[in-house]
């Protein structure tokens, strides 16, 4: 039986874009137990070859969705300004962390300007806009000068509760399984190859949520990249939680042919549970590769996850059809 307590811990360690040393420090020393040699990119991603002279790079990355500390409105409230694509609507009602530069932790809870019922008859109506919406911080303060003096300020870093639970029908239910259900299946390939001296290295972006995680850093000799990422279950598509989603084409254009044929082809061989679906509003790490000019082939896969960018959920058999899936992939090099 698979253990997913690497998950449950990466997924409680705050790690925003922009905001991953932690995380990143944890996946190095995951690494280093299961006997590897990672190592930091200069931009502060994760790479481990699995061999020598990897031929195939297998990413997902370890940012997440956040906030940062845009203001301090004359109240004693945060204003705030997204970090990647959060959805305001799903964030309204979170519990949240507020990180300082000094390393200082306080909490706080996203919330719509005067947000009682009991005040506020029209408050279904209005927009959640980062103008109708602000932080309350659990402090005593009811002025600007009260927060400035405990030492919050802009760009100060906006945390939100991953809420992470795992039960026992197979589903996981967590904040950020978009993507750290796609790291979780690295380290599961880090276990299952350890000592095989496979051409493959393991790569945790840390910068995909706002675009640009996956465009450099990877190892010289790289042919083709497998992109590990949640996949996409809503009216437009047909993923599912307990499948693995294989992407034809997202926002940026299709992913390649013959990587595609191959992963369908294994899929149907070893009947592992798959869906094949086009993204409307998406983008990846290998999306960010293909706009750097790398020359290499790009496929994505991943678990399907549901609410995404919001109170996401997975379940256990597409994560392990995932893993099944990159062995499978593996294995045909």
Same mark, same amino acid.
Not at 105 to 132: M, Q, V, W, Y
Not at 272 to 277: A, G, L, P, V
Not at 310 to 329: D, M, N
């Given at each position: ?8 811990? %990466? @997924? !409680? ?6 905001? =991953? ?8 020393? =995951? ?9 930091? =990119? ?16 297998? /990413? ?6 956040? /906030? ?25 009602? +979170?519990?949240? #962390? ?5 390393? $200082?932790?306080?909490?706080? =809870? ?10 506020? !008859? &029209?408050?279904?109506?209005?927009? #959640? ?58 380290? +599961? ?24 995680? &996956?465009?450099? *850093?990877?190892?010289? *000799? ?5 992109? @590990? ?9 047909? &993923? ?25 082809? %294994?899929?149907? $061989? ?20 293909? !706009?750097? *000019? ?32 990159? %062995?499978?992939?593996?294995?045909? %090099?």
């Amino acid at each position: 039986m698979t253990d997913y307590s690497t998950l449950k811990d %990466l @997924i !409680n360690i705050d790690s925003p874009s922009g905001y =991953t040393h932690d995380a990143c420090d944890y996946i190095v020393n =995951t690494l280093v137990a299961e006997g590897l040699a990672p190592e930091i =990119t200069v931009k502060g991603a994760v790479r481990c070859s699995l061999g020598e002279k990897p031929k195939l790079a297998i /990413a997902a990355h370890v940012d997440t969705l956040g /906030a940062i500390v845009s203001g301090v409105n004359q109240d004693g409230t945060l204003m705030f300004s997204p970090i990647g694509g959060l959805s305001l609507t799903g964030a309204e009602g +979170e519990y949240v #962390r507020i990180r300082t530069l000094e390393g $200082k932790i306080f909490t706080g =809870t996203i919330l719509l300007n005067d947000p009682s019922s009991h005040t506020n !008859n &029209g408050r279904e109506a209005t927009a #959640r806009t980062l103008k109708s919406m602000h932080v309350r911080l659990d402090e005593e303060v009811s002025s600007k000068s009260d927060v400035e003096s405990l030492g919050i300020c802009i760009g100060d870093i906006i945390c939100l509760y991953p809420n992470y639970e795992e039960l026992p029908s197979g589903f996981i239910k967590s904040r950020f399984m978009d993507n750290k259900a796609g790291c979780f299946v690295l380290f +599961e390939l880090a276990k299952h190859l350890k000592g095989q001296d496979v051409p493959v290295e393991i790569f945790f972006s840390n910068y995909e949520e706002v675009g640009h995680g &996956g465009a450099c *850093g990877y190892s010289e *000799g790289i042919e083709e990249l497998l992109v @590990i990422d949640m996949g996409v279950l809503g009216d437009a598509c047909e &993923g599912i939680e307990t499948a693995c989603s294989i992407c034809v084409k997202d926002s940026t254009g299709p992913y390649d042919y013959k990587m595609r044929k191959t992963l369908v082809e %294994l899929a149907r $061989k070893n009947s592992i549970s798959y869906k094949q679906d086009v993204y409307p509003f998406y983008g990846s790490d290998g999306s960010a590769a293909r !706009n750097a *000019g790398n020359d290499f082939r790009v496929g994505l896969i991943g678990p399907g996850v549901a609410s995404s960018h919001s109170s996401e959920r997975t379940h256990k058999k597409g994560v392990e059809a995932t893993i099944e899936l990159c %062995l499978a992939y593996i294995a045909q %090099l």
